[in-house]
């Protein structure tokens, strides 16, 4: 699910994004996040939306699903993608170097620890993104400016 996501919006997304600047990186988690929350400027305000209640959450709401819900899902998706790869890994050991197949799946094995690696590194930066509740104030004081600016 976070994965696909972030693989969608990076194949998508038209804007050069640094995610050493925060305000790219607003952009970057608001793009992700979308289907869960967005986020609206009233008066000078932000408000949060919570996209599956289709209500307005608490700052704290948001904080706890950061923090603990995405957190876990991220962990788990993680999880999975290292769990196959043990399988692939554990079925392919038991494969005799002198079968005649041994050396294509060793070179599928490798492509598959290169792509699981891959995929886990993006998943990671993820989920390390606004890793303690100041890091996430300022997610929000950014997805203000870009709400006032764009």
């Given at each position: 699910?976070?994965?696909?996501?972030?693989?969608?919006?990076?194949?998508?997304?038209?804007?050069?994004?640094?995610?050493?600047?925060e305000p790219h990186q607003c952009l970057?988690?608001?793009?992700?996040i979308k289907s869960n929350y967005d986020?609206?400027?009233?008066?000078?305000?932000?408000?949060?939306?919570?996209?599956?209640?289709?209500?307005?959450?608490?700052?704290?709401?948001?904080?706890?699903?950061?923090?603990?819900?995405?957190?876990?899902?991220?962990?788990?998706?993680?999880?999975?993608?290292?769990?196959?790869?043990?399988?692939?890994?554990?079925?392919?050991?038991?494969?005799?170097?002198?079968?005649?197949?041994?050396?294509?799946?060793?070179?599928?094995?490798?492509?598959?620890?290169?792509?699981?690696?891959?995929?886990?590194?993006?998943?990671?930066?993820?989920?390390?993104?606004?890793?303690?509740?100041?890091?996430?104030?300022?997610?929000?004081?950014?997805?203000?400016?870009?709400?006032?600016?764009?």
């Amino acid at each position: 699910m976070w994965l696909e996501r972030i693989l969608e919006f990076q194949k998508e997304n038209k804007i050069f994004i640094d995610l050493n600047y925060e305000p790219h990186q607003c952009l970057y988690v608001k793009n992700i996040i979308k289907s869960n929350y967005d986020f609206q400027l009233k008066e000078n305000k932000i408000f949060i939306k919570d996209m599956i209640s289709n209500k307005i959450c608490k700052k704290e709401t948001f904080f706890y699903w950061w923090f603990f819900k995405r957190f876990s899902e991220i962990n788990k998706e993680e999880e999975t993608i290292f769990n196959k790869f043990n399988t692939l890994k554990q079925k392919i050991s038991k494969i005799k170097p002198s079968d005649e197949n041994y050396e294509k799946l060793q070179s599928h094995l490798k492509s598959e620890a290169d792509k699981a690696n891959y995929h886990l590194n993006i998943l990671k930066r993820f989920r390390y993104l606004y890793p303690n509740i100041d890091s996430l104030e300022n997610f929000l004081k950014n997805n203000k400016l870009l709400l006032q600016c764009g």
